[in-house]
């Protein structure tokens, strides 16, 4: 199985500032025919479901704010949030869906400081 | 408006059986992969099964192979997920979820708002 790692478990951001969150896979997560990382990137807001924020590592979904980026290749990806708002805390998790079973993230709490 | 609704969770015992069914409202359902996730109380997110857009195909995260059962119904926009043999670990809230485009490597992009399953005697 890809074991994906989040770094850090949790993290607390100033309103405005910057924050950061890191996921390392076990495995290259790029595919060589198409170019494509097959990562993705979800927010889980308390008593509510996942939200797709980015996939292909790099695609921001629709209605997505431009504050939200994702980054990396192959097997270390990050998505970072500039100028944090406060609907921003939230539990953020990362997924390859490159193999089965697909796998996530432990999740990295966001919380402002 | 693109919308799953689970329903079908409850309080069951160890080795009971459960039927989760989650109705969709996608203009074109049978395009799509469906998928289950699942998050045990205070946890992180867990893959459960896959299903094809014509139900040829299902594919299941090793923990529950051999006692969960992905279907669809494509006639009724509706996915099932049969649950038999439960045990204390499968207690999670369950997640319907659209798998985006056509194949089962990709992303999920709908979410339903999750049905809970209980395994307790």
């Known amino acids: 199985d890809i074991v994906m790692t989040q770094s850090p478990d949790s993290l607390a951001v100033s309103l405005g500032e910057r924050a950061t969150i890191n996921c390392k896979s076990s495995?290259?997560?790029?595919?060589?025919?198409?170019?494509?990382?097959?990562l993705g990137w979800y927010q889980q807001k308390p008593g509510q479901p996942p939200k797709l924020l980015i996939q292909w590592a790099s695609t921001r979904e629709s209605g997505v704010p431009d504050r939200f980026s994702g980054s990396g290749s192959e097997t270390d990806f990050t998505l970072t949030i500039n100028s944090l708002q406060p609907e921003d805390v939230a539990v953020y998790y990362c997924?390859?869906?490159?193999?089965?079973?697909?796998?996530f993230g432990q999740g990295t709490r966001l919380e402002i400081k | 408006e693109v919308q799953l609704v689970e329903s079908g969770g409850g309080l069951v015992q160890p080795g009971g059986s459960l039927r989760l069914s989650c109705a969709a409202s996608i203009f074109k359902f049978t395009t799509y992969w469906m998928t289950w996730v699942r998050q045990a109380p205070g946890k992180g997110l867990e893959w459960v099964a896959s299903i094809k857009q014509d139900g040829s195909e299902q594919v299941y995260v090793d923990s529950v192979k051999g006692r969960f059962t992905i279907s669809r119904d494509n006639a009724q926009n509706l996915v099932y997920l049969q649950m038999n043999s439960l045990r204390a670990e499968d207690t999670a809230l369950y997640y319907c979820a659209r798998v985006t485009v056509d194949s089962k490597y990709r992303a999920f992009d709908i979410w339903g708002q999750g049905t809970m399953v209980t395994v307790s005697s």
């Open positions: 495995q290259n997560l790029l595919y060589s025919d198409n170019k494509k990382n097959y």
């Open positions: 997924q390859q869906y490159y193999g089965l079973p697909i796998t």
